[in-house]
């Protein structure tokens, strides 16, 4: 993106973006490979050898445990709404509110993704040790409270705060991505798993992640201001707190057995 930036100049917007876009199609061979060469967990084959496998899983899961469907999908909120707004929104905001360069939001962008290649498996082996609800809810609370500090570093147009602020956004995004996965997949039982942590994951996508960039634009075009958004991602931080505190956590526990 910064070399099709820096080569596409002013045309960015029309041609620019669309080369290392349509690049990104290596990394679903990439994660095809990674995929294919997991091994499926000792649960999974253990339900294969007892020949307990679900036909129709997907309707199963929806009939048997929409409750955790549900939570699953607001338990997100405060990671999916702020990830967007976060990734994409701060493009429109930066440029054309702040007058920033676009390079240093690209920049700021990558170097925050750096981070998180530390954070995220931190998060998640904190949550191993101290609960994933715990390390999840303190990610949620931190996300509520850090879009009003983000709006204030990003208003100073200082680029120095700008950079920081951006990078720091992750964090608390981080705390809950980390455990995110064990958090979801352990609330269903283990023949419906798979299915039900993916509707639910992405049941979010759709009702969170999506329409934030929009809902963002909406409250910047209507009030002006970035605390607008920052409430709207207290508001998503509300609804995932209570989300996550209805569900239960299987830390450290047996999931292998059924349960609902």
């Not at 294919?36 to 999974?44: A, M, Q």
């Not at 240093?104 to 994933?132: E, K, N, Q, W, Y």
């Amino acid at each position: 993106m910064l070399v099709f930036s820096a080569i596409s100049g002013d045309q960015f917007l029309v041609w620019g973006w669309r080369i290392p876009f349509l690049l990104s199609i290596v990394m679903i061979a990439v994660g095809l490979y990674i995929r294919l060469g997991i091994v499926e967990t000792p649960t999974f084959r253990s339900l294969v050898a007892q020949e307990r496998i679900e036909r129709v899983p997907a309707l199963e899961v929806i009939k048997r445990q929409p409750k955790q469907i549900i939570l699953a999908a607001f338990a997100r909120m405060a990671e999916q709404a702020p990830a967007y707004i976060y990734l994409a929104f701060v493009f429109a905001y930066g440029t054309q509110v702040l007058h920033a360069s676009r390079n240093l939001l690209l920049t700021a962008l990558i170097t925050a993704g750096l981070v998180s290649l530390v954070t995220i498996p931190l998060a998640g082996h904190l949550s191993d040790r101290f609960g994933r609800k715990r390390i999840y809810l303190i990610g949620s609370v931190l996300t509520g409270v850090f879009g009003f500090i983000y709006f204030a570093m990003l208003n100073t147009a200082v680029p120095g705060w700008i950079f920081l602020g951006i990078i720091l956004s992750f964090v608390p995004h981080d705390l809950m991505y980390g455990p995110q996965a064990a958090l979801i997949a352990e609330c269903f039982t283990p023949r419906l798993r798979y299915s039900g942590a993916s509707i639910g994951y992405q049941l979010a996508s759709v009702v969170a992640g999506g329409p934030a960039p929009l809902i963002a634009t909406a409250l910047l075009a209507a009030t002006g201001s970035g605390y607008a958004i920052a409430v709207y991602i207290a508001l998503c931080a509300i609804v995932s707190i209570v989300a996550t505190i209805m569900m239960p956590d299987y830390t450290n526990r047996d999931i292998s057995q059924e349960h609902v």
